[in-house]
């Protein structure tokens, strides 16, 4: 039976296990094949077909590292070696600390770090199961100071983001905050008062509820605009 | 509120500081604001009393359940309470399935010392044989979801469930055989000793503390007011208060008990 | 002292199959699901079914404490199920007694095959169930709001599973035992299925039935399950529909 067919709309809510196609398709992700060959949904999640390629864009989930990664971290552990970081993952990031010719190579002040520290760092590796490497050596990483911590499901990340970083201007522009987003859901924020802070927490909660539906950005916008109007 | 098993930022420190220096709190409420209380509608449990509440994102759920038995040699005219508290696993990533840690029986002890103190439950209405035979209630405390303050919660969700319970008649007949009736009756709540929470952050004191609050926090309080507006009992937590800082939070308890008290007794 | 008597209902079935609740043999009880009821759970479920409710969370997948458990290779998959002390109307002393404790691994059976656990290799996934209002049936239920649970936390799965069970009153082969039916029927057959490929991942009974009576509460215990299943995947996607029909109303 070589005839390929599509079981479901793109971007419909899936549940696991739920057949999405049959035939040639391409495994995106969060998608398997089953011993009869229909392609079924890995995770609770909107279904993503595009051309020849079939995915599930879940809708909740816990962070599992990637290379290239940019993430906030607290550093939880400083031996004489390395500096043990959460990152709000399953696994535990890893940053040694330089020794001999390569503290030469680096910024040493970035690694006076204390326990409870905000840092934003890079995935340099992660083997999948236990080694996970994370840097601060590049421009821009390394200690957060100021601002707050806010935390949304990593799933959404992209939704906060937005393509283009449209969500994000609108976010950063609205509530007039500095805003970095780490890829493992957690996101540092400047606001100029608690009122701003209060009313992007409100507009996150919005995007995690609403990641569904079409037309977010300008429900966003509009909200902030009401949420800060007076 | 469990200091050394959550792992929590330095900003998350210096950011509430700061707002409290200013006089705000992170979720915007006053210093002296209770988040939204809601009980919930419907039965979920078999307890002869039982309310489901939410403080903010902290969800408790408390069963009254009753049985007979002899009273405590030392008071053989009362009644027998039994307060237990379960912190159960799924109410936080920071709790392990287990029997009660010092935190959950220290919890447990400061809600039923409350209802203790003030006398809140008419404890020789519960006698029916002086010495021999006396109702022994059950005071189980689930928390589902932890968001901080605990203690509030549970003794909030406590009072209404044992003004809601009903309680089969149980009779001896001049055989000495016991008889359950169909029958039923209310216990007899004299008093309604609410648990206030302080923590002291800075050098203010902040009611009904949220999670992250306790987490960052100098100092911690609960004082129990009955209706009275007396001061039943007290339990200082972590860290340290002048006794200008307790009075305070007395008055402040005191002050907040007829808005929570009538949140009670609607529920019942 | 037991406030509360048991006793034994005169006929728990009569001649026509009319059951001490009124049900016909092959109905169910009335079931509700909800998922998401809980904050700090990565994922949570709440069953309604006959006169049992209960919670199921899910932490994870998660750190490994203590760390001499990790599978280097794959998920570790822990599960506890407990009864409230009110869950009964005797009050239960609170604390694992040997049946939670069995029930705890059955339902972790049940469930794991459906997990996929090479995804997550040194973690843990921590599934919680607790009974506050047992009415029978409490380990299918469980299974039932833990699938929905272990969704919701977005945990990589290859189906839900669904659970139902089946018993034998005297010559009636009943679909979803009531307490009566469970404390005095002959036999009762807890059963779960991983959909859509319907491959039995519970399976327990506790009294004997002819392979003929046996054949029959197998069916009807899948056409049950198909049943349970179609309500779990309504109440994984509700949350979801009410969100988009509220923002499309506003705008």
């Known amino acids: 039976m070589s005839e390929s067919v599509i079981l479901v709309k793109n971007r419909e809510v899936v549940v696991p296990g739920q057949p999405l196609a049959k035939g040639r398709f391409k495994l995106g992700k969060d998608v398997y094949r089953d011993d009869s060959g229909v392609i079924r949904a890995k995770k609770l999640g909107l279904a993503d077909i595009k051309e020849d390629t079939v995915s599930v864009v879940p809708l909740s989930g816990v962070y599992i590292p990637k290379e290239g990664d940019i993430v906030i971290g607290i550093v939880s552990r400083i031996s004489g070696s390395t500096i043990i970081v959460d990152i709000r993952s399953p696994y535990q990031g890893v940053i040694p600390i330089p020794r001999g010719r390569a503290t030469e190579r680096v910024d040493m002040r970035k690694y006076n770090l204390k326990l409870g520290d905000v840092i934003l760092a890079k995935v340099k590796a992660f083997d999948g199961s236990s080694s996970l490497l994370l840097t601060i050596d590049m421009e821009g990483l390394g200690k957060l100071e100021g601002g707050y911590i806010l935390e949304v499901e990593p799933a959404k990340v992209p939704r906060v983001i937005g393509k283009r970083q449209s969500m994000l201007t609108i976010l950063k522009e609205k509530t007039k905050s500095d805003i970095i987003v780490g890829n493992n859901g957690r996101i540092w924020v400047r606001s100029p008062s608690l009122k701003e802070l209060l009313a992007l927490e409100k507009a996150l909660r919005k995007i995690e509820a609403e990641s569904h539906v079409s037309g977010l950005s300008d429900r966003v916008s509009s909200f902030l605009t009401q949420e800060l109007s007076d | 509120m469990f200091e050394s098993e959550m792992l929590t930022h330095n900003l998350l420190k210096e950011y509430v500081k700061d707002l409290v220096s200013k006089g705000q709190r992170i979720d915007g409420r006053g210093f002296q604001e209770y988040r939204p209380i809601e009980v919930r509608e419907g039965t979920f449990t078999k307890a002869e009393g039982e309310a489901w509440i939410k403080l903010g994102n902290t969800q408790v759920l408390v069963g009254v359940k009753a049985d007979v038995g002899e009273p405590f040699p030392d008071t053989p005219d009362k009644g027998v309470l039994v307060s237990n508290t379960e912190l159960l696993p799924l109410a936080s990533p920071t709790f392990e399935p287990g029997p009660p840690n010092e935190n959950a029986i220290e919890v447990a002890r400061v809600v039923d010392r409350a209802i203790r103190s003030a006398d809140a439950v008419d404890m020789s209405s519960l006698v029916i044989i002086e010495g021999k035979l006396v109702y022994m209630l059950f005071l189980d405390m689930y928390v589902l979801d932890y968001d901080g303050n605990l203690e509030d919660a549970l003794t909030v969700a406590s009072l209404i469930a044992l003004g809601r319970a009903e309680i089969p008649k149980v009779e001896v007949k001049d055989d000495g055989e016991i008889e359950v009736k169909e029958e039923k009756w209310k216990v007899n709540l004299k008093d309604l000793p609410i648990n206030f929470t302080f923590v002291k952050i800075g050098d203010q004191l902040l009611l009904d503390p949220v999670l992250e609050e306790e987490q960052v926090s100098d100092a911690a309080i609960t004082l129990a007011i009955d209706k009275e507006g007396r001061v039943c009992s007290i339990q200082k937590k972590h860290g340290k208060f002048t006794m200008e800082e307790i009075l305070n939070a007395a008055t402040i308890a005191r002050s907040k008990w007829p808005e929570i008290a009538e949140k009670i007794r609607e529920a019942i | ?251």
């Open chain 3, 1 to 251: 002292m037991p406030l509360y008597v048991e006793k034994k209902p005169e006929v728990l079935i009569t001649e026509d199959g009319v059951r001490t609740d009124g049900r016909k043999p092959h109905e169910m009880r009335p079931v509700r699901m909800t998922v998401g009821i809980l904050d700090k759970a990565d994922g949570s479920a709440f069953i309604e079914w006959g006169g049992n409710k209960i919670l199921a969370a899910v932490f994870g997948p998660r750190e490994v404490h203590p760390k001499h458990l990790v599978l280097p290779d794959k998920a570790l998959v822990r599960t506890r199920y407990n009864m409230a002390p009110f869950s009964t109307p005797e009050r239960k002393r609170p604390g694992p007694d040997r049946r939670s404790v069995e029930l705890s691994k059955v339902i972790r059976e049940a469930l794991k095959p459906a997990i996929f656990v090479e995804n997550y290799p040194g973690s843990v996934i921590d599934i919680f169930i607790e009974v506050l209002r047992s009415d029978a049936g409490t380990r299918v239920a469980g299974v039932n709001a833990a699938s929905l649970a272990l969704a919701n936390a977005g945990i990589a799965m290859r189906g839900l599973v669904a659970a139902c069970a089946v018993g034998r009153v005297g010559n009636f082969v009943v679909c979803d035992p009531n307490h009566d039916e469970d404390m005095w029927g002959d036999a009762d057959m807890p059963m779960a299925m991983l959909m859509e490929a319907e491959e039995i991942t519970l399976l327990q009974t506790d009294g004997p039935m002819t392979d003929e009576q046996f054949r029959e509460a197998l069916k009807l215990g899948r056409n049950a399950i198909r049943f349970l299943y179609e309500m779990q995947k309504e109440a994984l996607k509700r949350p979801y529909r009410v969100v988009e029909r509220s923002v499309r109303g506003v705008v």
